[in-house]
């Protein structure tokens, strides 16, 4: 892996930026795999800096990795909105090329196997992603076992606890998500791992240095040959680099 260790978030987010940038200028139809929360603010930030100079993204398809379930796109924290807010509203994409699972689906296994077929047809050139403290990657949850493919997923209580930051209190904070599996994360032709600040550093070490171990789903990351590791020093402290 390719680890990369920056002062700042925000200096990171301008490397991550412009990573994306050479996928999008390098391709002819780029597929943009993104995550949310707060760690890729950054990067969303110096992608938009990026847009308003120039950058053309008309030509760019986009898939998150996930959404609440129960909360409508139009809700404030779902992740529909979030992605509104940080980039879709500020840059150029087209909107029937951004796509994210239905938080709010009536029949939630139709919703996995239409997410399922909509990564099918437009492969991910780079993915996106952020970690739980928990060694989350998308909301594939540390478990006996990791799936493959778009499921819903119960959020752990330390995920609830953590996400509860962007809402009024844990409370509100909805209990299940659909998420891209496993397998999906492992098929994108190139991946970052981005992580920020002191309580994601001892679990960078055990994602990045300790076997793989599905309680630390970060970890599966170890079998894909284009991983960039892109940390602020503070996560990076348990690293010997
Ligand atoms: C969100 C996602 C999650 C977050 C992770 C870190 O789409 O997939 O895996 O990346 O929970 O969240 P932050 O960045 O808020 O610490």
Redesign the pocket.
Known sequence: MNIRVFRTPSDAGIYAASILERVVTSKERPVLGL??????IPVYEAFVNLVRCGLDVSHVTTL???EYIGLAPDHPQS?HAFMNEHLFSKVGIPVESTHLPNGIASDLRAECERYNAVIRKNPIDIQI?????NG????NEPSHTLITGTHVVNLSAE?IK??ARFFQNEEEVPRQAI?MGVQSILQAKQIIL?AFGAQ?AEIIREALNDGIRTDVPASILQLHKDVTVILDEQSARHLDL
């Not at 989350?136 to 909301?139: K, L, N």
């Open positions: 995550a949310t929360g707060g760690t890729v998150n990795l996930d992740y992603l952020g970690i739980g403290v989350h990657i998308g909301f995920t953590m996400n998420t981005l994601k």
